[in-house]
Structures are given as C-alpha cells and as structure tokens.
C-alpha cells in the first residue's frame, strides 16, 4: 500500500508515524485491495478552539469510490484513533454490502433453476 503523510503545523515525530502506520495495518488488515492512504495532520493555532485543536484526516484509495474520514480532537493520537475506527466502520460496511449482493444475485439463480425443474 501507497502512504502519503503531510503535516500542517504539527511536528512530525517518529512515534507519530508508527501509531499512524500500526492504524493503517490494521485497516490493511480487513480490506487487504487498500491501494493507497493520504494521512494529513493539522494543528489549528486559533485561541478560540482549544480543545479542538488537532485534526486528522485519511483518504483510502480502493477499487470504486475512495473512503475519506476526518476528525478534531485536543490530542492527536485521539484523532488518529477516532479517524481510524470511522474508516473501519466504512470497509465494513462497503464489504457488507458488496456481499449482500453477490447473495441476493446467488439467491436469484436459485430460485430460477429452481422454478425451471418443476
């Protein structure tokens, strides 16, 4: 899988990097076509939102349309983290979905074969 990793504000750290890699394995994990991730880090320096002050935002690119999830949080890894489960959430729910049709077609075929014996 592709990575691509930019930063706005944020000083990039090798921790931050492997949180955001061991996330995106996981996520590798489930949904093994992941072709690429876009990662983008923010840091917001206005004085009125401070308790929202990091942003994460992923893009993976599959087959078909790409997932996109983005979060603010006051910690960064809690961002990571968050953006991570939304993402996860979204493969799951594309693979179900994907799968509810392979069965409704399976089912079709069934019941037409089925209706041309009798």
Known sequence: M???LT???VTLTDAIEQHILAR???L???DRWLLDARVTLEKDHAPKTPENSYKCGIRLGVRGNDLYAEDKEADLY????LVTKKLE???RSKHSRVKAKTHKVAARLKAKRQTVKE
């Open 28 to 30: 590798e994990h489930i």
């Open 2 to 4: 592709k990575f691509i």
């Open 89 to 91: 959430q979204q493969i």
């Open 24 to 26: 995106l394995e996981k």
């Open 7 to 9: 930063t706005h504000n």
């Open 78 to 81: 809690k961002a990571i983290d």
